[in-house]
């Protein structure tokens, strides 16, 4: 069944996660660009970035996962949209990647998407 599907992308270093059906955290699991130096001020919307966050294994299974996540959420008794939030630790790089990642496969499948990236022009954070 389609849905109405938000997607949420954020950085845990910056405010408390948006409120979700559904919240991935990708800062413990994957790989973060902010520790290559010729990637941490760069972001999501770079080629080198993209390419480092999809290219860490488990990404892949996790995008599939949450797209049958966001299935059972749409197939459930109550009707409305569905917001996924995901989160990196800055909201520059792997949060970015996965949402737009997530609303192509979620566009695929027949879902109406839209993506906010709440904290992707914030300035990178030192840590």
Known sequence: MAAAVEIVSFGYLHAEPPTAHLT????HHFRDPHVR???RYMTADDAPVRAAVLNTPGITDLLVATVTAVAAFASGPSAGAITVADGCAGGRHRAPVFARVLAELLQAAGHSVTVCHRDLDKPVVQR
């Open 24 to 27: 991935i955290d990708l800062r």
């Open 37 to 39: 130096p010729e990637l």
